[in-house]
C-alpha cells in the first residue's frame, strides 16, 4: 500500500487481486444482496484509494480494508433495518441450552450442510454475522474484530458465541 | 455433521487457525467473486488517481532537471574559463616579456635589443619576445637608400625556435634603433661594406648613374624589347665597378659575344663618365 501511494499502479494491483474475493464475500454474506454488495465493494476501494497517503503500515492491510467495509456496513444496516432484539437473542440461546438428549441427531449430506450453513448466516442478526464473518472469512482475531467494530474483547467473544449457538440450532431443526 | 454443544468449545474451535469444523465448512461453501466490471472499475479508479499523481512529480522533476543542467551548464563554463585562464598565464610565464603593441620609441628599441641579445645568449625562444609590427619595412626602406645593400648577416638575430609562435618568426630580426639609422646614414661603408667601393669619388656618382640607368632602361625600354631582369641587375652592378674595370668589363662581354648587354653598359658608363676616353673597339660599339 506504501508503494501504492507512492504511484506504484502495480502494486495496488497486486492488493487487489489478493484481497477482492475476501471483501466482496464478507460484504455479500453481510448485505445478503449481490446489488448491495457490489455497491459497497466499489465504494469500499474508492475510500481506499483516496485516503491511501494516510495509510499506516502499523496497520494490517487486511484489518484496514475490512474496517472500511465494515464501516459501509453498518451505515446501510442502520438505513435498512433495525438490529435483532435482545428477547429474540435469549429465544434462541435457550433452545440451545436444551438437554442433548432433546436434540434431534442427523446426519446431513455435505450439500444440506452447505445450505444450512448459509441460511444460518443469513439469519445471523448483524452484529453477530460481522463478527462471524471478520473471524472465519477475514482471518482476523479477537482483537481487531474489536477494532473493527469497536467492540471490547469480551463482547466480540459474546457475539461470536451467540452466532455459533444460532448456527449450531439450524443444524439442528 | 454433529456440532459440539459447548459453547466455549466451539469458540476455541472456531478461534483456531483453521476454524475448526465450521470453518472448514464455511470454505467449502460457493467462494463469491466480484464480477470483472467492478475490477476494471476499480483498476481503473486507482490508475486515475495514479495518474491524477503522476503530473505534479513530473514537473517537480523537470524542474529539478533543468536546475542541474544549469548547474552543469554553468560548472562546465567555469572550468573552461579557469583553464583558458590559467594556460595563458603558462604561457606568460614562459615569455613574459610579449607586449603585442607598445609605442616604439628610441628607449624600448633599445630595450628590445638588449633584450633580444641576452636572449640569444641565452639560446631562449625570442620570437615571442619582438612584437608585431608593420613599421619594421618602412624603417628598413628609409634607412637603406642603397637598394642593392642586403642587411648585414651579422646583425640578424639566430633563427627562432620553433614553438609557441604566438608572434611570427620572421619578426626575430631586432628593429635598429635611431641612433643606428642615423649613423648608417652617415657612414654607409659600415652596414654594407662588403659591397659598396669605398671610391668617394664613384660613390659621389652614384647616385647620378643611377638616374642615367633609370633613363637609360626607360629609353631602352621604349626602343626594343623589354631587357631582361638579369641584365638591370649586371648594369647595377657594372656601376659599381672602377671607370677601369667597368670598361675593362664591357669588352669582356663584347668578347662573350653579349652585344647588347655591352651596349647597354657602354651608353650607362658615358652617361657616368662622359669626360673618360674608351677604346675604338668600344667606340664603334656606340656606332
Not at chain 1, 496497520?59 to 480494508?65: E, Q, S
Not at chain 1, 433495525?82 to 436444551?98: K, Y
Not at chain 2, 626602406?141 to 625556435?161: G, I, M
Not at chain 2, 620572421?170 to 635598429?176: D, I, M, N, R, S
Request: aromatic share 4%; hydrophobic share 40%.
Amino acid at each position: 500500500m506504501l508503494a501504492y501511494a507512492a504511484g506504484d499502479l502495480l502494486a495496488f494491483e497486486m492488493l487487489y487481486r489478493r484481497h477482492r474475493g475476501l471483501l466482496y464475500r464478507f460484504l455479500l454474506r453481510s448485505l445478503r444482496h449481490r446489488a448491495d454488495a457490489d455497491e459497497l465493494f466499489q465504494e469500499t476501494w474508492s475510500r481506499l484509494i483516496a485516503a491511501r497517503e494516510r495509510y499506516r503500515p502499523d496497520a494490517k492491510f487486511t484489518t484496514w480494508l475490512l474496517q472500511i467495509a465494515h464501516n459501509l456496513v453498518i451505515d446501510r444496516f442502520r438505513r435498512q433495518r433495525p438490529q435483532a432484539s435482545a428477547e429474540e437473542t435469549e429465544t434462541v440461546l435457550r433452545n440451545l441450552d436444551a438437554p442433548e438428549s432433546e436434540q434431534p441427531e442427523r446426519a446431513l449430506s455435505e450439500f444440506e450442510q452447505r445450505r444450512r450453513l448459509q441460511l444460518a448466516l443469513e439469519e445471523l442478526p448483524e452484529e453477530q454475522r460481522v463478527a462471524f464473518l471478520l473471524r472465519i472469512e477475514g482471518g482476523l482475531g479477537l482483537e481487531e474484530i474489536g477494532e473493527i467494530t469497536g467492540a471490547g474483547r469480551e463482547t466480540v467473544k459474546s457475539r461470536l458465541r451467540y452466532a455459533l449457538a444460532r448456527i449450531r440450532t439450524r443444524f439442528e431443526t | 455433521m454433529n456440532l459440539p454443544r459447548d459453547r466455549e468449545r466451539d469458540l476455541e474451535r472456531l478461534l483456531d487457525d483453521d476454524g475448526g469444523e465450521l470453518g472448514a465448512l464455511y470454505r467449502r461453501l460457493p467462494r463469491a467473486e466480484p464480477p470483472r466490471r467492478l475490477d476494471r472499475s476499480v483498476l481503473g479508479e486507482a490508475a486515475r488517481a495514479v495518474q491524477g499523481r503522476t503530473p505534479r512529480r513530473h514537473h517537480w522533476v523537470v524542474g529539478l532537471g533543468s536546475a542541474a543542467g544549469i548547474v552543469l551548464a554553468a560548472g562546465i563554463a567555469w572550468n573552461v574559463g579557469q583553464n583558458a585562464l590559467l594556460q595563458p598565464k603558462g604561457a606568460y610565464h614562459t615569455a613574459p616579456t610579449v607586449v603585442p603593441v607598445e609605442p616604439i620609441t628610441e628607449s624600448s628599441l633599445r630595450k628590445r635589443d638588449h633584450d633580444n641579445t641576452s636572449q640569444s645568449a641565452a639560446a631562449a625562444p625570442a620570437p615571442a619576445s619582438v612584437p608585431v609590427s608593420p613599421a619594421k619595412p618602412a624603417v628598413a626602406h628609409k634607412t637603406a637608400p642603397k637598394p642593392a645593400a642586403p642587411p648585414p648577416p651579422a646583425a640578424v638575430a639566430p633563427e627562432p625556435p620553433p614553438a609557441p609562435a604566438m608572434v611570427p618568426a620572421p619578426l626575430a630580426t631586432p628593429f635598429p634603433t635611431e641612433a643606428e639609422n642615423r649613423a648608417e646614414s652617415a657612414a654607409p661603408a659600415q652596414t654594407g661594406g662588403a659591397l659598396i667601393p669605398s671610391d668617394k669619388a664613384i660613390e659621389s656618382k652614384q647616385s647620378s648613374a643611377s638616374d642615367a640607368l633609370d633613363q637609360a632602361m626607360t629609353s631602352h625600354a621604349r626602343s626594343s624589347a623589354p631587357p631582361a631582369p638579369s641584365g638591370s641587375v649586371e648594369l647595377r652592378r657594372d656601376m659599381q665597378l672602377s671607370p677601369d674595370n667597368w670598361l675593362a668589363h664591357i669588352e669582356q662581354l663584347l668578347h662573350q659575344g653579349r652585344r647588347q648587354q655591352a651596349t647597354e653598359s657602354l651608353r650607362l658608363f658615358r652617361r657616368a663618365h662622359p669626360d673618360l676616353p674608351v677604346s675604338s673597339e668600344l667606340r664603334a660599339l656606340e656606332n
